[in-house]
Structures are given as structure tokens and as C-alpha cells.
């Protein structure tokens, strides 16, 4: 059976302002840790292509978008396909979102921030939220 593939935005949490003092986020960001995949995808001679896997950890994640470490360095707007190990080995979960920011570390791991496509059900991040060893704060 085909892996479902979910398309969402980057995350932002009401009670962080900007310096404006607005809120700067649109949906609550839930904190956990998750390890997953992550493959770049590239256009090439028309067609799409999926860059070979690469493990990420995840840190973060919104309806909107997630934050994960790599040690894959990736530039801003690189579209990378995210795929999350289903619980109790179900169908893994996919999502495809654009880097939006990339901060290289000095001991080879990169921090990302990723925007989803299309905003992500509370559902599929209830989900995700319940399956981590940290609450959502």
C-alpha cells in the first residue's frame, strides 16, 4: 500500500510577538522529538526526483510547517519530503514542505525550518504528539 503523503505551513504560536508586539504565529507549535527521514527533491529533465534518504530529528511541528536538525546542510527553498515511521508499523506519514531557514552549527548539524505546503490537519498532529515521549508545552 502507498504511503500517504500529507502537503502543509510553518508554524507559529500565538504568545510569541515580533517586534511589533503582534503575535508571529499562526498555530500552536508542539514540541517533541521524533527521528524521520528526509530526502531533497529536485526537478531534473521534467520530472521530479527524491534525493537519497538522509536521518533528520525532529523538534518541532505545527499545521503549518516543522523544525528538525540534519546533518545534511540545505539551502533556503529546498523542497524535502519528510517521512515519519506510522506507530506500531502502519503506513508512514509524508509531508513535503520548502526550507524557509537553514542556521549551520559549528559541530555539523544544521537546524531547519520547514514550511508545509498546505496547512496540516490537528488530527495527524494529535497523533504525532501522542506517539512522543514529550508533551506539547
Known sequence: MAAKIIYSGLSLKNSDK???????RRHERHYFRKVASMMTIDKAGGQLKLGSPCRITIHNISRSGMGFI??????????????????DNTEPIKFVAVVIHSYSHDDGWHTIGARFYNLQSAKILEQLVKQSAMPSR
Not at 540534519?70 to 506507530?87: E, F, K, S, Y
Request: aromatic share 0%; net charge positive; with cysteine.
Open 70 to 87: 540534519t546533518p545534511q546542510p540545505l539551502p533556503r527553498d529546498a523542497n524535502v519530503c519528510i517521512v515519519i515511521p506510522g506507530p
Open 18 to 24: 515580533g517586534s511589533n508586539g503582534q503575535a508571529r
